[in-house]
């Protein structure tokens, strides 16, 4: 989600407490929920003519699905809190304030923060199951809001800046700070376009100075927040380290003055509940949570039906009662899987020529490729509070859930046919003469067409149209995809 930096345009501020600080006068304007409704939409072009395409090109458009991004209500209240807690953030960090040099200076000395520093860096979490849409939420706030913008002069004066609005990091995998401090660094070094701080301190000091260069590093580019995604993995810190991380945290908040958002599944909220009671001002923001939806919840109807107008198969089918209940109870209301579900279904649909997506497609896609997917769907349909918080532990690993969407049942009879019949092209009229090309068609369950040997050697340099006596001759093979004849339903 890399941005190109852009050049401070300052507004003026209707709210007394943000006029003159241009950290926050370059930023866009407040939305109003209707401007940030359309802002966070992202709806791709619909399919329209390309159903008549040919299945090859059709199967390629399926992933557009992946790019949908319907807004629900908690979408619009998480915009509201991004937007407050990045200008209020700034508040305590008006670069036009002397007392914000002499701050950034006792930093940089490492004597902590001025006695006169009062942060007004608050911080607030946002947690949801897997796939539910936490980060697709997050990344579409974030979209509204420049990631750089370098400033030149303001109101007259000089001021020569770069300032980073947001930074978004993923927690290591082994919860350990100084992987999360080489993180930071990376996405620093991203952000501006330019190498300096990877290469600086890798593998350079213990973990105290890179603490330190890393809250130097966000006070002197004025960081408007860190959003901190999957601190779930804080579950797999050693000994010491998860205390170690969150209280580094905390000291970003209130001493530094950065804004800390937490990004996580329902797992990390144990983990880090003294941060929100520590943490100066946390409670104005609180937890934002993305729960799962019921089947009657108004928000997942709305998102069936955005859905349902991406389809590429040749035949629409209505959306009925039957329909939405199935796609339910095959996804039990995650964002993701009903994505997965819609993709996978259109490509077994198209490849296996039935064209038309209907219940029985959707539960043989969900028994065959998202298989790895049931053991966790079981715990949510029990509706045990117990089992249902062993959710992210039942699913596949990252790897084996990408895999799952990849083409990897072609049909190889099919596939090998068509190979053994490629032959070189005669390089003469007398080679030509001498040369007989056999069409041997592959011979599917569908199909009990017997081999017709045709000499069309000859014929392909006087038509005028040499595909067409090549298809006359079955040497195209029609259906060379995924689902082998064993795969498909009878």
């Keep these: 989600m890399k941005q190109c930096p852009v050049?401070?345009?300052?507004?003026?501020?209707?709210?007394?407490?943000?006029?003159?600080?241009?950290?926050i006068e370059a930023m866009p304007p407040i939305l109003t929920e209707a401007q940030a409704a359309q802002g966070l939409a992202a709806f791709p072009p619909l399919p329209n003519e390309e159903r008549s395409m040919p299945k090859e090109v059709r199967l390629h458009c399926l992933n557009r699905l992946a790019h949908l991004?319907?807004?629900?209500?908690?979408?619009?209240?998480?915009?509201?809190?991004?937007?407050?807690?990045?200008?209020s953030g700034y508040v305590g960090r008006n670069p036009l304030d002397v007392g914000t040099?002499?701050?950034?200076?006792?930093?940089?000395?490492?004597?902590?923060?001025?006695?006169?520093?009062?942060?007004?860096?608050?911080?607030?979490?946002?947690?949801?199951?897997?796939?539910?849409?936490?980060?697709?939420?997050?990344?579409?706030?974030?979209?509204?809001?420049?990631?750089?913008?370098?400033?030149?002069?303001?109101r007259d004066q000089d001021f020569i800046h770069?300032?980073?609005?947001?930074?978004?990091?993923?927690?290591?995998?082994?919860?350990?700070?100084?992987?999360?401090?080489?993180?930071?660094?990376?996405?620093?070094d991203e952000a501006t376009g330019e190498e300096r701080?990877?290469?600086?301190?890798?593998?350079?000091?213990?973990?105290?100075?890179?603490?330190?260069?890393?809250?130097?590093?966000?006070?002197?580019?004025?960081?408007?927040?860190?959003?901190?995604?999957?601190?779930?993995?804080?579950?797999?810190?050693?000994?010491?380290?998860?205390?170690?991380?969150?209280?580094?945290?905390?000291?970003?908040?209130n001493s530094i003055g950065v804004p800390?958002?937490?990004?996580?599944?329902?797992?990390?909220?144990?983990?880090?509940?003294?941060?929100?009671?520590?943490?100066?001002?946390?409670?104005?923001?609180?937890?934002?949570d993305f729960k799962q939806p019921t089947a009657e919840d108004a928000s997942w109807e709305l998102l069936l039906k955005a859905v349902w107008g991406y389809q590429w198969v040749k035949t629409v089918a209505p959306l009925t009662p039957e329909l939405k209940a199935t796609l339910y109870h095959l996804t039990q209301g995650i964002t993701d899987f009903l994505t997965k579900l819609m993709i996978l279904g259109q490509r077994y649909a198209i490849q296996s020529d039935r064209e038309v997506l209907d219940v029985g497609v959707f539960r043989h896609v969900a028994n065959t490729k998202m298989k790895l997917l049931q053991p966790a769907l079981d715990a949510l349909r029990t509706h045990d509070?117990?089992?249902?918080?062993?959710?992210?532990?039942?699913?596949?690993?990252?790897?084996?859930?990408?895999?799952?969407?990849?083409d990897s049942h072609k049909d190889e009879r099919n596939r090998l046919a068509m190979l053994s019949q490629v032959q070189p092209l005669p390089n003469s009229a007398e080679d030509s003469d001498a040369t007989t090309i056999s069409s041997v068609p592959a011979k599917t369950e569908q199909s009990d067409r017997t081999a017709e040997t045709v000499s069309i050697a000859s014929a392909i340099g006087t038509q005028e149209d040499p595909l067409r006596v090549l298809n006359k001759a079955d040497w195209f093979v029609r259906d060379p995809f995924e689902f082998v004849p064993t795969y498909r339903e009878g």
Aim: net charge positive; proline share 5%; aromatic share 12%.
């Design 197 to 253: 701080y990877t290469r600086r301190y890798r593998g350079k000091g213990g973990i105290q100075e890179l603490i330190q260069r890393m809250e130097q590093v966000a006070s002197t580019y004025f960081i408007g927040a860190l959003f901190i995604d999957e601190l779930q993995h804080l579950r797999t810190a050693k000994t010491g380290g998860k205390d170690n991380m969150l209280n580094f945290f905390i000291n970003l908040i």
């Design 260 to 288: 800390v958002v937490f990004v996580g599944t329902n797992s990390m909220l144990e983990l880090f509940v003294h941060v929100l009671r520590n943490a100066r001002r946390a409670s104005g923001f609180g937890i934002y």
């Design 69 to 87: 991004v319907q807004p629900f209500p908690i979408y619009l209240d998480l915009e509201n809190a991004v937007s407050s807690i990045l200008r």
């Design 101 to 154: 040099w002499r701050h950034l200076h006792s930093l940089s000395l490492r004597q902590g923060p001025t006695p006169q520093f009062n942060s007004t860096a608050s911080t607030f979490s946002l947690v949801g199951l897997s796939g539910i849409g936490k980060t697709t939420a997050l990344d579409a706030v974030l979209r509204l809001y420049p990631q750089v913008i370098t400033h030149h002069r303001y």
């Design 162 to 188: 770069t300032q980073i609005v947001w930074l978004k990091l993923e927690c290591p995998f082994d919860g350990s700070l100084s992987g999360l401090c080489h993180t930071f660094f990376r996405a620093v």
């Design 7 to 23: 050049k401070a345009d300052y507004q003026s501020s209707p709210v007394l407490e943000y006029s003159g600080n241009p950290l």
């Design 385 to 406: 509070p117990a089992k249902m918080r062993r959710f992210e532990d039942l699913l596949p690993p990252d790897e084996q859930l990408a895999e799952m969407m990849h």
